[in-house]
């Protein structure tokens, strides 16, 4: 999705080396022990589409580490997701189950395609055939895939189904995400966004007393930005802006969440909104002068290039790597910006696929309303823990929050690494 392929995978490793030989004081082998994938899987996919011609499609498992447990992280379906993309965003998987406290290791799979150009059928084949490239490397135990960019619980249900028709294990726990009736969770569908909206909510009691009141722009909105902008309008905060692919809308009394997906399912885009006040661009709708900017579309957004023109006083991302490495710590040591890094802002969704992988393997039930109190607590306690670390044992004037956040998680890794004789 990054313009080059190998951007976003540069990031990753600029943010590990700097967590780990900066900040941690470890050696180079050590951050060479935890970069690379153990192991990525590709797999070529033939699909027969409805015009009766096969079409072949490409895509990946990176398995990053499995130090903390089995692999645990989505799958996206993207027209332009590459090998890369999937390495780096297994690699950011590994840190945020880790800083979320969870028994998983980090892991993301990909495959290259325009999901909105398939039909159902097409998109079944698919999603089956690349289960049937992966499902040697995958299990309750070994690596457990979820949704991502694109895929759904529809998306997941075959995927479970085409594992039990090739091993016999009707293993619900092998994936998460998945429809109530197969022992998914309802509120895995909000967990991403209310989970960041928690994030931004706890973040701003720290800088501001809370959100209630100040102005919200939302990139994206998709499953994360909906969900972060609706329950950030419910906690009082006022949405001014929203985009999707397609464009942004702006309006300064507020957005009504509900209306604009409203009109987005309706007409495809949040652009047809005609309460709106104004139409702006995703480029404009990042340099808005707000008090809190939500990235939850895609990554590499707030780059060196844009990086001066940023208004917002809160940063908090729901997408995974929506800010570089360099623009991070521009905004946050020259600019006094606080940026809630990805890893933890957006761990929401993999916290509450963790209790649905906990109900499927011990044939119960968490409750719905139990699930999200679980899920907002553990939110606001990593908020807690992060925020504590940078003031008390890191310097918030020269480090960012994202410092904070890494060195935490990549801390239990290596704990865990040295524990098992990895390192
Ligand atoms: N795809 C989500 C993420 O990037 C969730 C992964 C999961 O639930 O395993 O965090």
Known sequence: MAQDSTRLLVEAEKILRRAVIDLLGYDEDTFEALRHPERVIQVKIPVRMDNGKVKVFIGWRSEHNSA?????????????????EVIALS???????????????????GVRVDPHALSPREL????????RGIYK???????IPAPDVYTNPQIMAWMMDEYYRLTGDNAFAMITGKPKILGGMETRIIATGFGTAVAARETAKRLWGGIEGKKVAVQGYGNAGYYAAKFLHEMGAIIVA?????GGIYSSKGLNPDEVLEVKKKTGSVINYDKAEKKITNEELLELDVDVLVPAAIEDVITEENMDKIKAKLIVEAANGPTTAEADVYLSTKKGVVIVPDILANAGGVIMSHIEWMNNRMGGYISEEEAKRRLEQKMAEN????????????DPKKHTMRDAAYALAVKRV??????????
């Open 68 to 84: 903390l447990g089995p692999y645990k992280g989505g799958i996206r379906y993207h027209p332009e997701t590459t090998k890369e």
């Open 91 to 109: 690699m950011m998987m590994t840190w945020k189950n880790a800083l979320a406290g969870l028994p998983y290791g980090g892991g993301k799979g």
């Open 124 to 131: 079944e084949e698919l999603s089956r055939g690349f289960i």
């Open 137 to 143: 490397y995958i299990g309750p135990d070994k690596d």
């Open 242 to 246: 929203v985009s999707d692919s397609k």
């Open 383 to 394: 908020v807690a823990a992060v925020w504590d670390f940078w003031h008390k044992e890191l």
């Open 414 to 423: 290596i704990e865990a690494m040295k524990l098992r004789g990895w390192l």
